[in-house]
């Protein structure tokens, strides 16, 4: 159980496109959504927290116009890379909480591997 | 603000030594704390969760102590193979929506 998909696995885009990635929690319904961003040989960095039906959190640093994020349901969360640029090359990651649960424990998806040319 | 260390950032042993990974934070206030695996290329996966009010939790061959008033986390894995051959981060658990604070990782290595 617990299981979190990602999709695309893989993604390459032109600098200057939109590219969105989808984070699906499968078995369960997720109240809270994170979205990770992890550079090579790097640890993960936190770049925004999504409640359904809210607006998402950023974290400091992070561009909320140029990373949309939108969690239109308790188990779909996507994350939009607007106008991309090669600096936005990245390997992203989302995981999910699972409703009600109090352990506070994170599922994480397989990721997604992100390179604009 | 919350900072977690791993030491050592890389390690590399011989198949059936155990290991010992280690993990520090600087904010004793957390909800819990994990322990992840991490392949080239590929997505976490959990491996043992702490709850803030527990001291140790135990899985196969994986062993993991909290001493929250230290602030400390060590993850022991006895007689490792080659398969155990990853990144492994340590991560707590900082606030009520569950938000995690990362370790940069121990980069291991297992040689047959």
């Known amino acids: 159980g617990a299981v979190v998909s990602q999709h695309p696995s893989r993604v390459i885009c032109k600098s200057g496109t939109s590219v969105k990635i989808e984070c699906r929690s499968l078995?369960?319904?997720?109240?809270?959504m994170f979205w990770y961003r992890q550079f090579p040989k790097k640890s993960l960095m936190l770049m925004a927290t999504?409640?359904?039906?809210?607006?998402?959190?950023?974290e400091q640093g992070v561009e909320k116009d140029k990373f949309l994020i939108n969690h239109a349901s308790l188990t779909l969360s996507t994350l939009t890379v607007t106008s991309a640029h090669p600096e936005d090359s990245s390997f992203y990651i989302c995981?999910?909480?699972?409703?009600?649960?109090?352990?506070?424990?994170?599922?994480f998806g397989p990721g997604t591997r992100l390179t604009v040319t | 603000k919350q900072e977690v260390t791993q030491i050592p950032a890389a390690l590399s042993v011989p198949e059936g030594e155990n290991l010992v990974l280690n993990c520090s934070f600087t904010d004793s206030a957390i909800y819990n704390l994990q322990w992840f695996r991490q392949d080239p290329g590929k997505g976490l996966t959990s491996l043992l969760l702490i709850q803030s009010s527990q001291r140790e939790q135990t899985s196969g061959r994986l062993n993991a102590s909290l001493d929250k008033s230290s602030g400390r986390s060590t993850l022991y894995i006895a007689a490792s193979q080659p398969g155990d051959s990853a990144t492994y981060l340590c991560a707590v658990t900082t606030d009520s929506w569950g938000k995690l604070q990362f370790g940069a990782g121990t980069q291991v290595v297992v040689t047959p």
């Open positions: 999504s409640n359904e039906g809210s607006k998402a959190t950023y």
């Open positions: 995981s999910a909480t699972i409703q009600g649960s109090y352990s506070y424990e994170q599922y």
């Open positions: 078995d369960f319904q997720a109240t809270t």
